[in-house]
């Protein structure tokens, strides 16, 4: 896994957290993924402060750019790790709709992911449940 400062794990959060409200619920379960994002990364941070401030940046956000320009300067493989959080929040909640879809069609265009990468991370965690 690779290593990303404390920064970038808040800014990437944000980004999680736009992903769990974009279909307007956003769940304990979904906060509880972010978490486990975080804690992945910041072992040693308080999950609850981050997540905190992930969801401020976000409340106060409405670019998307921000957020995906900390994850682009990164190897393919912390891509695919992100892209990973990023589906589970997705499809949690058991339902893809068309905005949660566009969302990360959107996102891997900015990261350069091409979607036949995403649809994989997506089929394996389907797969998975």
Same mark, same amino acid.
């Given at each position: 896994?690779?290593?990303?400062?404390?920064?970038?794990? &808040?800014?990437? !959060?944000? @980004? @999680?957290?736009?992903?769990?409200?974009?279909?307007?619920?956003?769940?304990?379960?979904?906060?509880?993924?972010?978490?486990?994002?975080?804690?992945?990364?910041?072992?040693?941070?308080?999950?609850?402060?981050? @997540?905190?401030?992930?969801?401020? &940046?976000?409340?106060?956000?409405?670019?998307?750019? !921000?957020?995906?320009?900390?994850?682009?300067?990164?190897?393919?493989?912390?891509?695919?790790?992100?892209?990973?959080?990023?589906?589970?929040?997705? &499809? !949690?909640?058991?339902?893809?709709?068309?905005?949660?879809?566009?969302? @990360?069609?959107?996102?891997?265009?900015?990261?350069?992911?091409?979607?036949?990468? !995403?649809?994989? &991370?997506?089929?394996?965690?389907?797969?998975?449940?």
């Amino acid at each position: 896994m690779t290593k990303l400062d404390k920064k970038s794990v &808040i800014g990437i !959060s944000a @980004l @999680l957290v736009h992903a769990a409200n974009i279909d307007e619920i956003y769940s304990d379960h979904e906060k509880d993924l972010v978490r486990d994002f975080i804690k992945s990364y910041l072992k040693d941070e308080d999950t609850t402060q981050i @997540l905190s401030k992930a969801e401020e &940046i976000e409340n106060n956000s409405n670019q998307l750019l !921000s957020f995906t320009k900390i994850i682009k300067e990164n190897s393919m493989d912390t891509k695919k790790e992100i892209l990973e959080h990023l589906w589970k929040i997705v &499809i !949690s909640d058991k339902t893809i709709d068309q905005f949660e879809s566009n969302l @990360l069609r959107r996102i891997c265009g900015l990261i350069y992911v091409p979607d036949k990468i !995403s649809a994989e &991370i997506k089929l394996k965690l389907l797969n998975t449940k």
